[in-house]
Structure formats: structure tokens, C-alpha cells
């Protein structure tokens, strides 16, 4: 899985992601609010973990960022401040959880694990299109390169997969893919069709996503399709 963490604490900012990383997870840092607002522009995450004080862009404000664009992705927010209305705040902007400071590095674990456990295990042999695999066990997708991706895109792309010859709509994507999330609207679509485009590039395929926002999209396996 994909995470996003983002502290100001150096020591403590590198600490933390080396235990993720060994935990097998695969994680971004981001040292203040602006960098993390950066990462969520163009990267797709299966959970996002923020310290509330941060320079250039608090906590708060990047979590109503997130929420502003339709991203659903659950965050974990860390405070060193103890007062209720603090935390109330963070949950009231859209936080699925808080930890206060200092914590345990097995709390924080275990919140994480919570935090993402909504998520899916696939299986099965790799898919293939064109000059792309998708490969449902470590959610990597290739062609002249490789990137990983994270739950939603992977579920997105797998319908797209699964469909060659078939645009569909934003609405039965929302069905397929946010089902279980009744707040996605077609901007969530929209916003995930172009973390997919993106990575489409990152990987040198020659396939694209037609659609546009609100339309309905296809996997065109020649041409990258415009924009």
C-alpha cells in the first residue's frame, strides 16, 4: 500500500518512514504542508498521515485541501496538542482518525493497519493490454517502465482492463470502484482518471483514457488518448 507522511520533525519524520517502509509499505515524505499538497496533486495514496503543526501549510489545511478535491483517501492526523476542541476540529474537517504526541511506534502501526484495512486483497495472474501489465498482486503497472499503484487506481484501471471495448460511464465506475464510499461524486472519478493518465506516461505506454469529466472513459491501447 501507498502512504503519504508528512512531519517537520526531521529525526522523528525519518524514523517513522524507515518503520513503514520496513512494514512493507510504500511511502512518500513530506517535511511541510506545501510538499504534501505537492505529492497529493500528482500521486494517489491508500492512507495519508499528517502532523497538525506543520510550516507553510498546517495539518488542517491540508486536509481540507484533500477534501475539497474529492479525495477520500482516510488520514490519520498527529497532534501534540491535548485539548478536545483540537481534535474535534480535525475530525470535523475529515479526519478518519487522530494520535496524539508522543506516541508508541505499535500504536501508530496498528492505527495504520485500521486506517487501511477497508482496502482489498486481489490475486490472479498479471492482466495484459497492448504494451501493458497490471499486475493485481503487487498492484504494479508496467510497460518501458514501472510504477506502483495504489488501491483506487488499481481498482479503476482494473475495470478499464476489464473492459477493452466499452467506454463507462462515471456512474458505474462510482458503483464499481466507490461503492462502499457513498460520498465519491464524479469529480472523484475525474481526479483519479487523471492520476491514471499520468502514470500511464510515467510507465511509456502508448495507451491512454479517453473520456472527459462526467463523460464516460476507455482504455485506448494505441494512441495516448488526449486530454
Same mark, same amino acid.
Given at each position: 500500500?501507498?502512504?503519504?507522511?508528512?512531519?517537520?520533525? &526531521?529525526?522523528?519524520?525519518?524514523?517513522?518512514? #524507515? *518503520? /513503514?517502509?520496513?512494514?512493507?509499505?510504500? +511511502? $512518500?515524505?513530506?517535511?511541510? %504542508?506545501?510538499?504534501?499538497?505537492?505529492?497529493?496533486?500528482?500521486?494517489?495514496?491508500?492512507?495519508?498521515?499528517?502532523?497538525?503543526?506543520?510550516?507553510?501549510?498546517?495539518?488542517?489545511?491540508?486536509?481540507?485541501?484533500? &477534501?475539497?478535491?474529492?479525495?477520500?483517501?482516510? #488520514? *490519520? /492526523?498527529?497532534?501534540?496538542?491535548?485539548? +478536545? $476542541?483540537?481534535?474535534?476540529? %480535525?475530525?470535523?474537517?475529515?479526519?478518519?482518525?487522530?494520535?496524539?504526541?508522543?506516541?508508541?511506534?505499535?500504536?501508530?502501526?496498528?492505527?495504520?493497519?485500521?486506517?487501511?484495512?477497508?482496502?482489498?486483497?486481489?490475486?490472479?495472474?498479471?492482466?495484459?493490454?497492448?504494451?501493458?501489465? /497490471?499486475?493485481?498482486?503487487?498492484?504494479?503497472?508496467?510497460?518501458?517502465?514501472?510504477?506502483?499503484?495504489?488501491?483506487?487506481?488499481?481498482?479503476?484501471?482494473?475495470?478499464?482492463?476489464?473492459?477493452?471495448?466499452?467506454?463507462?460511464?462515471?456512474?458505474?465506475?462510482?458503483?464499481?470502484?466507490?461503492?462502499?464510499?457513498?460520498?465519491?461524486?464524479?469529480?472523484?472519478?475525474? /481526479?483519479?482518471?487523471?492520476?491514471?493518465?499520468?502514470?500511464?506516461?510515467?510507465?511509456?505506454?502508448?495507451?491512454?483514457?479517453?473520456?472527459?469529466?462526467?463523460?464516460?472513459?476507455?482504455?485506448?491501447?494505441?494512441?495516448?488518448?488526449?486530454?
Amino acid at each position: 500500500m501507498k502512504l503519504l507522511f508528512a512531519e517537520d520533525t &526531521r529525526d522523528l519524520n525519518r524514523a517513522v518512514t #524507515v *518503520l /513503514l517502509t520496513r512494514e512493507g509499505y510504500d +511511502v $512518500d515524505s513530506a517535511a511541510d %504542508g506545501e510538499e504534501a499538497l505537492n505529492y497529493i496533486k500528482t500521486e494517489s495514496y491508500d492512507g495519508i498521515i499528517l502532523d497538525i503543526m506543520m510550516p507553510k501549510a498546517d495539518g488542517l489545511t491540508v486536509l481540507s485541501e484533500l &477534501r475539497a478535491r474529492h479525495i477520500l483517501t482516510p #488520514v *490519520l /492526523l498527529l497532534t501534540a496538542k491535548a485539548e +478536545v $476542541d483540537d481534535r474535534v476540529a %480535525g475530525l470535523d474537517a475529515g479526519a478518519d482518525d487522530y494520535l496524539p504526541k508522543p506516541f508508541a511506534m505499535k500504536e501508530l502501526l496498528a492505527r495504520v493497519r485500521a486506517m487501511t484495512r477497508r482496502s482489498r486483497t486481489y490475486g490472479g495472474e498479471p492482466l495484459r493490454r497492448g504494451d501493458l501489465t /497490471l499486475d493485481p498482486a503487487t498492484f504494479a503497472l508496467c510497460a518501458k517502465n514501472s510504477v506502483r499503484l495504489s488501491v483506487k487506481e488499481f481498482e479503476l484501471l482494473h475495470a478499464l482492463f476489464s473492459n477493452p471495448d466499452a467506454a463507462l460511464s462515471t456512474e458505474t465506475l462510482l458503483e464499481r470502484v466507490w461503492r462502499e464510499e457513498p460520498e465519491a461524486q464524479a469529480d472523484t472519478v475525474w /481526479l483519479y482518471v487523471s492520476y491514471l493518465r499520468g502514470k500511464l506516461r510515467a510507465v511509456g505506454s502508448a495507451a491512454g483514457i479517453e473520456g472527459e469529466r462526467g463523460g464516460s472513459f476507455r482504455l485506448n491501447m494505441g494512441e495516448a488518448a488526449h486530454e
